[in-house]
């Protein structure tokens, strides 16, 4: 595989994982919310290293409540 | 302590329903909550932020309008119980806002003299009173402030600094908060007081409202009426089609110019592919839309802002009566021509239960404005662009038609529930009328602008992610060779078994399951499989319609027209079915009719166009 085409094939790697987290988002918030939730428990363990700590406090921190329902009209926000 | 460090002080802006509370909200906060010319537009409270002059910071709620403390609706509810502080996770104001109708003091002053009675923080504003001036009604502020025993100022929310006055005040009672000094005590007859004030402040004119009243004579004839609002209606839809072409014609052309450009810079391979097949095809598909979808919504907003949709749903309560609806519901039903998810949480304002789940089931059959873009594909595809009787357009006729068959689906299902149902009386509808007015060209183009944006974002966020995943779906394995052989090829060929006896081919299948997210994505989604199904570049390059036209026979396209009258793929309208009505049964209720309506009435029209040699 030539080097043009790696670099093609990670492009749309990247977009496809970024279109299948809006797509989550929009019409899964609470699913989403929960995986947050999830993934950013552990990192805010005791005795984790501060770094993740604070990667950890900034994925719970855009976890709010009540972000559900609308998924992408947007006419109820 | 500095004005700037201090805690917000909350205010709450409440009063009866159309007076314009959100307004004068978006006045003094600089938001762009949406505003119109009827009751029950505001169904949840809304927060918002003022900086007053002297850098004290506000949180100002804008709450639903409410006649009287004793709630007789939802969003009623929503209003006492924030003014009481017993609205859950929401501080009780720590003054409040009381706005009035400069044009209708009679009904507004009583819900007045009630709030004063809570002994809390008050001011008075009394709004509109550029209107009120216009019709000769007097008023003494000064007298109704000493009476009221609160501070009143004049408001006129919709003027560039019309509340400017209001502002100062409230800066004023921040620095000392003073409980109104007038109260009238427990078993005070309101109506009595509320006139006693009336005769001591107000001046009305011999005729308040010559205007109105003259056009209500013509408007609200339950025959001239009914043929108005019918050519009104009728009208909107001829605009959509004659006025939105050269515009069209013009995104199509960059469409196609930006695909060629971009296929010509490009190697070949999959991330060309991504970009002209893909985004370019499927995106540029949609945004072409827009000039459509703009006109139509400069028609309902200027309705909107006229005053005209109250009277509208005065003329239709007699037929949504029979159907098992009320007059009410016209308004839940109206907003749902945008979205269907703003006119099920505007059925709110619906007092009997019954009436409101009857409402809520049927706003899904109103043809929301992401449907606009499917119909206006197969519309432009298939139906020649004719002049019919020497004036209309054909295509406008037929979206005309669609749009009604929607309305005409939706009496019809209320009918059959209201047959069901033990309980088949009937509820007076008792609606405000407000005073007709003359749009206000500044609000009409920032709901315009807020009608792009939500388009747009529509288009760059959730068409545009599902357009990248569908075009994944439908590269892979075989790099594009052969779309029947890709993934999405081969769901779209094992679900053309169900969906063969209503006339979808594969490709339509395939653009039915993304279209569950935003149904406009149905028409990305076709631009994008074609884009990739045709082996010429050139062909590929040129708009749909075309292509679909060349593919497609008669009875596929009206059954896919049908279909989409009653689409009941709308994940996000289910969702707020379920948060509603609280209730997973109601939800799949719901969708199970939709897509069995769907199914049949696609089934028979596609049926009968084979019989009549359309197949």
């Given at each position: 595989?030539?080097?043009?085409?790696?670099?093609?094939?990670?492009?749309?790697?990247?977009?496809?994982?970024?279109?299948?987290?809006?797509?989550?988002?929009?019409?899964?918030?609470?699913?989403?919310?929960?995986?947050?939730?999830?993934?950013?428990?552990?990192?805010?363990?005791?005795?984790?290293?501060?770094?993740?700590?604070?990667?950890?406090?900034?994925?719970?921190?855009?976890?709010?409540?009540?972000?559900?329902?609308?998924?992408?009209?947007?006419?109820?926000? | 302590?500095?004005?700037?460090?201090?805690?917000?002080?909350?205010?709450?802006?409440?009063?009866?329903?159309?007076?314009?509370?959100?307004?004068?909200?978006?006045?003094?906060?600089?938001?762009?909550?949406?505003?119109?010319?009827?009751?029950?537009?505001?169904?949840?409270?809304?927060?918002?932020?003022?900086?007053?002059?002297?850098?004290?910071?506000?949180?100002?709620?804008?709450?639903?309008?409410?006649?009287s403390l004793n709630a007789a609706s939802l969003d009623e509810a929503v209003a006492r119980d924030v003014i009481r502080g017993c609205y859950p996770g929401e501080a009780a104001p720590d003054a409040l806002v009381c706005v009035m109708d400069a044009t209708n003091l009679r009904l507004h002053l009583r819900f007045a003299l009630e709030l004063r009675e809570l002994g809390k923080p008050m001011i008075v504003a009394v709004?509109?009173?550029?209107?009120?001036?216009?019709?000769?009604?007097?008023?003494?502020?000064?007298?109704?402030?000493?009476?009221?025993?609160?501070?009143?100022?004049?408001?006129?929310?919709?003027?560039?600094?019309?509340?400017?006055?209001?502002?100062?005040?409230?800066?004023?009672?921040?620095?000392?908060?003073?409980?109104?000094?007038?109260?009238?005590?427990?078993?005070?007859?309101?109506?009595?007081?509320?006139?006693?004030?009336?005769?001591?402040?107000?001046?009305?004119?011999?005729?308040?409202?010559?205007?109105?009243?003259?056009?209500?004579?013509?408007?609200?004839?339950?025959?001239?009426?009914?043929?108005?609002?019918?050519?009104?209606?009728?009208?909107?839809?001829?605009?959509?089609?004659?006025?939105?072409?050269?515009?069209?014609?013009?995104?199509?052309?960059?469409?196609?110019?930006?695909?060629?450009?971009?296929?010509?810079?490009?190697?070949?391979?999959?991330?060309?592919?991504?970009?002209?097949?893909?985004?370019?095809?499927?995106?540029?598909?949609?945004?072409?839309?827009?000039?459509?979808?703009?006109?139509?919504?400069?028609?309902?907003?200027?309705?909107?802002?006229?005053?005209?949709?109250?009277?509208?749903?005065?003329?239709?309560?007699?037929?949504?009566?029979?159907?098992?609806?009320?007059?009410?519901?016209?308004?839940?039903?109206?907003?749902?021509?945008?979205?269907?998810?703003?006119?099920?949480?505007?059925?709110?304002?619906?007092?009997?239960?019954?009436?409101?789940?009857?409402?809520?089931?049927?706003?899904?059959?109103?043809?929301?404005?992401?449907?606009?873009?499917?119909?206006?594909?197969?519309?432009?595809?298939?139906?020649?662009?004719?002049?019919?009787?020497?004036?209309?357009?054909?295509?406008?006729?037929?979206?005309?038609?669609?749009?009604?068959?929607?309305?005409?689906?939706?009496?019809?299902?209320?009918?059959?529930?209201?047959?069901?149902?033990?309980?088949?009386?009937?509820?007076?509808?008792?609606?405000?009328?407000?005073?007709?007015?003359?749009?206000?060209?500044?609000?009409?183009?920032?709901?315009?602008?807020?009608?792009?944006?939500?388009?747009?974002?529509?288009?760059?966020?959730?068409?545009?992610?599902?357009?990248?995943?569908?075009?994944?779906?439908?590269?892979?394995?075989?790099?594009?060779?052969?779309?029947?052989?890709?993934?999405?090829?081969?769901?779209?060929?094992?679900?053309?078994?169900?969906?063969?006896?209503?006339?979808?081919?594969?490709?339509?299948?395939?653009?039915?399951?993304?279209?569950?997210?935003?149904?406009?994505?149905?028409?990305?989604?076709?631009?994008?499989?074609?884009?990739?199904?045709?082996?010429?570049?050139?062909?590929?390059?040129?708009?749909?319609?075309?292509?679909?036209?060349?593919?497609?026979?008669?009875?596929?396209?009206?059954?896919?027209?049908?279909?989409?009258?009653?689409?009941?793929?709308?994940?996000?309208?289910?969702?707020?079915?379920?948060?509603?009505?609280?209730?997973?049964?109601?939800?799949?209720?719901?969708?199970?009719?939709?897509?069995?309506?769907?199914?049949?009435?696609?089934?028979?029209t596609y049926q009968v166009a084979v019989l009549l040699g359309a197949g």
């Amino acid at each position: 595989m030539s080097a043009s085409l790696l670099l093609q094939y990670v492009v749309i790697a990247l977009a496809v994982i970024v279109s299948a987290w809006v797509v989550a988002k929009k019409q899964f918030p609470g699913g989403v919310r929960r995986l947050r939730m999830a993934l950013a428990i552990p990192m805010l363990r005791e005795g984790r290293p501060a770094w993740l700590r604070t990667l950890g406090r900034k994925i719970a921190s855009q976890v709010r409540s009540g972000a559900g329902g609308c998924g992408g009209c947007r006419k109820c926000d | 302590m500095n004005a700037e460090t201090l805690a917000p002080l909350r205010l709450a802006l409440v009063g009866n329903p159309n007076c314009g509370k959100t307004a004068l909200f978006n006045q003094l906060t600089g938001s762009r909550q949406k505003v119109a010319n009827y009751a029950g537009v505001t169904v949840e409270r809304k927060e918002g932020r003022l900086r007053g002059p002297s850098g004290r910071s506000y949180a100002v709620l804008d709450l639903p309008g409410a006649y009287s403390l004793n709630a007789a609706s939802l969003d009623e509810a929503v209003a006492r119980d924030v003014i009481r502080g017993c609205y859950p996770g929401e501080a009780a104001p720590d003054a409040l806002v009381c706005v009035m109708d400069a044009t209708n003091l009679r009904l507004h002053l009583r819900f007045a003299l009630e709030l004063r009675e809570l002994g809390k923080p008050m001011i008075v504003a009394v709004n509109m009173m550029d209107a009120a001036r216009r019709r000769g009604i007097g008023i003494d502020l000064v007298e109704l402030e000493r009476l009221l025993g609160v501070p009143v100022v004049e408001t006129v929310a919709v003027r560039r600094h019309g509340a400017r006055a209001l502002v100062e005040r409230i800066e004023r009672m921040a620095e000392a908060l003073h409980a109104p000094t007038q109260r009238l005590g427990k078993g005070a007859d309101l109506h009595a007081e509320t006139r006693r004030l009336l005769a001591a402040t107000v001046r009305m004119p011999a005729r308040t409202a010559r205007i109105d009243d003259a056009l209500d004579r013509w408007l609200l004839h339950p025959l001239f009426g009914l043929l108005a609002l019918a050519m009104v209606m009728f009208l909107i839809f001829q605009a959509v089609y004659a006025w939105a072409t050269p515009l069209m014609d013009l995104i199509d052309a960059g469409t196609a110019w930006l695909g060629e450009t971009v296929g010509a810079v490009l190697p070949e391979g999959p991330l060309s592919s991504l970009l002209v097949d893909g985004i370019i095809a499927g995106v540029g598909g949609v945004i072409v839309f827009l000039p459509q979808i703009l006109i139509l919504f400069a028609f309902i907003l200027a309705l909107e802002e006229s005053g005209y949709l109250p009277r509208a749903a005065f003329l239709l309560d007699r037929m949504m009566a029979s159907a098992g609806l009320s007059g009410r519901s016209f308004i839940p039903l109206l907003s749902s021509f945008a979205c269907a998810i703003p006119g099920i949480m505007a059925t709110r304002s619906i007092q009997d239960p019954r009436d409101r789940l009857a409402t809520i089931l049927v706003a899904p059959l109103m043809t929301c404005s992401a449907r606009l873009p499917v119909y206006a594909l197969l519309i432009g595809a298939f139906i020649p662009q004719k002049t019919v009787w020497g004036v209309f357009n054909r295509q406008g006729l037929v979206l005309f038609g669609l749009y009604a068959a929607g309305v005409a689906s939706a009496l019809l299902v209320s009918w059959v529930m209201k047959q069901w149902r033990r309980d088949k009386g009937e509820h007076a509808l008792l609606l405000e009328l407000p005073s007709y007015r003359v749009p206000h060209a500044r609000d009409l183009l920032i709901g315009l602008w807020e009608r792009a944006m939500i388009f747009l974002k529509r288009v760059g966020g959730i068409i545009l992610a599902l357009t990248v995943l569908l075009w994944v779906l439908l590269y892979f394995p075989n790099g594009g060779a052969d779309v029947t052989q890709s993934l999405a090829g081969r769901i779209g060929q094992a679900l053309s078994v169900v969906f063969a006896p209503v006339g979808f081919n594969w490709q339509i299948c395939i653009a039915l399951i993304p279209g569950l997210a935003a149904r406009e994505v149905a028409v990305s989604s076709l631009a994008t499989v074609y884009a990739l199904s045709t082996a010429d570049d050139t062909a590929a390059a040129q708009a749909l319609a075309p292509l679909i036209n060349d593919g497609w026979s008669l009875a596929t396209a009206l059954s896919l027209l049908v279909w989409y009258i009653y689409a009941p793929m709308c994940i996000s309208t289910l969702a707020t079915i379920k948060r509603e009505t609280n209730s997973w049964k109601q939800m799949a209720g719901a969708t199970g009719y939709l897509f069995a309506l769907a199914y049949a009435a696609a089934f028979a029209t596609y049926q009968v166009a084979v019989l009549l040699g359309a197949g």
